[in-house]
């Protein structure tokens, strides 16, 4: 077991927490890690860049003169890639694929990966169940300040979805609260501190085990 800071409800220090070695303490593959996160960014991606070809572009129905005899280069429409304000030859469609795909025991080592090289850094820690009547941010800015993260930005990883404490971190900059089903190596990486609540430890060593 790796013993890591438990904290109560209050924001108390209440002794260690023992986290499983197989999660928490494997081998850190930095590699893997950075395929992970591209992968990850790359499937956020968009594609938004759209140009018009000749077959979009409005007008240039009319040849704009006739074939021979005026002198001119042969045109056939107005609209022709060649022309200011005709459509634009092999631009983007739109139409761009950027989804890469990645093995999911390769994933999840990667996410096992990054959590073991948290503990190392002594950045993880357990949190005593919090329960909240309602939306409350101060409660949780109380909170986080008593627990000493100063301004490190702060990710609670939670068992099961609760509105009342999503709601309560939501507005708070540097911190932000996820299920633990939807543990990702970019979320993990820009948060320095991570902060499971004590019934999510077992479900994540049951997701990544």
């Known amino acids: 077991m790796v013993n890591v800071s438990k904290w109560d409800e209050k924001g108390n220090k209440a002794g260690e927490f023992g986290l499983d070695e197989a999660i928490f303490k494997g081998r850190i593959n930095t590699s893997l890690v950075g395929d992970a996160?591209?992968?990850?960014?790359?499937?956020?991606?968009?594609?938004?860049?759209?140009?018009?070809?000749?077959?979009?572009?409005?007008?240039?129905?009319?040849?704009?003169?006739?074939?021979?005899?005026?002198?001119?280069?042969?045109?056939?429409?107005?609209?022709?890639?060649?022309?200011?304000?005709?459509?634009?030859?092999?631009?983007?469609?739109?139409?761009?694929?950027?989804?890469?795909?990645?093995?999911?025991?390769?994933?999840?080592?990667?996410?096992?990966?990054?959590?073991?090289?948290?503990?190392?850094?002594?950045?993880?820690?357990?949190?005593?169940?919090?329960?909240?009547?309602?939306?409350?941010?101060?409660?949780?800015?109380?909170?986080?300040?008593?627990?000493?993260?100063?301004?490190?930005?702060?990710l609670f990883v939670l068992p099961q979805r609760d509105a009342n404490f999503e709601k309560s971190v939501r507005n708070i900059p540097t911190a932000k609260a996820l299920l633990c089903s939807n543990l990702n190596p970019h979320d993990l990486l820009h948060f320095e501190k991570l902060v499971i609540i004590e019934g999510a430890v077992a479900k994540i060593a049951e997701v990544l085990g």
């Open 37 to 154: 996160v591209i992968r990850q960014l790359s499937n956020r991606r968009r594609a938004l860049a759209n140009t018009k070809d000749r077959t979009e572009v409005r007008g240039g129905g009319r040849k704009p003169w006739r074939q021979k005899g005026t002198g001119r280069a042969r045109a056939g429409s107005i609209r022709s890639p060649l022309w200011r304000g005709g459509a634009v030859a092999m631009g983007p469609s739109g139409a761009a694929n950027y989804k890469q795909d990645m093995p999911r025991k390769a994933r999840r080592a990667s996410i096992r990966s990054i959590l073991s090289d948290k503990v190392r850094q002594g950045q993880v820690s357990v949190l005593a169940p919090l329960t909240l009547e309602k939306p409350h941010t101060k409660t949780m800015v109380d909170l986080i300040k008593k627990m000493e993260f100063g301004e490190s930005k702060v």
